[in-house]
Nanobody, 124 residues
């Protein structure tokens, strides 16, 4: 069982930056692929970034590529999502998710463990 806790959300102006964190309880968190998703009001949960535990391979959708960076610090059992050049359309609740699969996942069904989310609001 893995417990995930997101933090670092908040209010930022358009063009600004924010880093959200995902801290995990499992000592074996380094062997979990981790993904970030977001969900805006009235919309489906959307894939944002993922990082594989085997190769460190990362993957992003076009909507955030070049602006968002996912990284992990295994010594701290934490995965980060650095968000730059933020836009009002990035406003959402951001969730981290984890799964022991070595493959990167881009859908919600690829992950078994989820955090409760952190709100990110980008003002225009």
């Amino acid at each position: 069982q893995v417990q995930l806790v997101e933090s670092g959300g908040g209010l930022v102006q358009a063009g600004g930056s924010l880093r959200v964190s995902c801290a995990a309880s499992a000592r074996t968190f380094s062997r979990y692929t981790v993904g970030w998703f977001r969900q805006a009001p009235g919309k489906e949960r959307e894939f944002v970034a993922t990082i594989s535990w085997t190769s460190g391979h990362t993957y992003y959708p076009d909507s955030v590529k070049g602006r968002f960076t996912i990284s992990r610090d295994n010594a701290k059992n934490t995965v980060y999502l650095q968000m730059n050049s933020l836009k009002p359309e990035d406003t959402a609740i951001y969730y981290c998710a984890a799964d022991p699969s070595p493959s990167i996942g881009t859908t919600t069904s690829d992950y078994n463990y989820w955090g409760q989310g952190t709100q990110v609001t980008v003002s225009s």
